[in-house]
T-cell receptor, first 113, second 114 residues
Framework: AQTVTQSQPEMSVQEAETVTLSCTYD???????LFWYKQPPSRQMILVIR??????QNATENRFSVNFQKAAKSFSLKISDSQLGDAAMYFC??????????FGQGTRLTINP | DVKVTQSSRYLVKRTGEKVFLECVQD?????MFWYRQDPGLGLRLIYF???????EKGDIPEGYSVSREKKERFSLILESASTNQTSMYLC?????????????FGAGSRLTVL
């Protein structure tokens, strides 16, 4: 069964510094999608960034970037210049089949002013 | 600008009650999903639907059923609520044709069963 593991239940970072959230996954597929979603306190879950497995280039969205290591089945999220608004639960997810997403356990990120 | 609407943000029910959680999307998405979110467990898929009147079980369907009579509406039903169903329930929708199948989520429904 495909699984997604986030080994860091909680992380904290000083405002303006860089933080990396870890995610590993297990799959026998060669082509797939990976995602990072953000859930701010009491607000809706939103997509942060996505990566197609066949693309070797790491995805980047402004201050958010990923380190995709396909052979190691690792998909970490780097947040640069952390801002107070980045405080949230972050979920790593893997697309299974045509529609389903499998999510990791989540990492709660705290930003210290 | 709300695109996925869950009818109730907070509900308190008693053990044995029948509970309906409603979800409506206005984006003409084919796929709709119900996830359950619990601390330390992340999001777990209960049921999903890829078309009207079609449904498939997710990872934890026991104790739940769903209904999709119209494309925009997907209901989650707890036939006889139990205390272990106290949780946050998230509805989401997506286009199949989008390839990446990016989910759009609702705000969530926090259910407490006493």
């Amino acid at each position: 069964a495909q699984t997604v593991t986030q080994s860091q239940p909680e992380m904290s970072v000083q405002e303006a510094e860089t933080v990396t959230l870890s995610c590993t996954y297990d799959t026998s597929e060669s082509d797939y999608y990976l995602f990072w979603y953000k859930q701010p306190p009491s607000r809706q879950m939103i997509l942060v960034i996505r990566q197609e497995a066949y693309k070797q280039q790491n995805a980047t969205e402004n201050r958010f970037s990923v380190n995709f290591q396909k052979a190691a089945k690792s998909f970490s999220l780097k947040i640069s210049d952390s801002q107070l608004g980045d405080a949230a639960m972050y979920f790593c997810a893997y697309k299974l089949g045509a529609q389903k997403l499998v999510f990791g356990q989540g990492t709660r990120l705290t930003i210290n002013p | 600008d709300v695109k996925v609407t869950q009818s109730s943000r907070y509900l308190v029910k008693r053990t044995g009650e029948k509970v309906f959680l409603e979800c409506v999307q206005d984006m003409d998405h084919e796929n709709m999903f119900w996830y359950r979110q619990d601390p330390g467990l992340g999001l777990r898929l209960i049921y999903f639907s890829y078309d009207v009147k079609m449904k498939e079980k997710g990872d934890i369907p026991e104790g739940y059923s769903v209904s999709r009579e119209k494309k925009e509406r997907f209901s989650l039903i707890l036939e006889s609520a139990s205390t272990n169903q106290t949780s946050m329930y998230l509805c989401a929708s997506s286009f199949t044709a989008s390839g990446a199948n990016v989910l759009t989520f609702g705000a969530g429904s926090r259910l407490t069963v006493l």
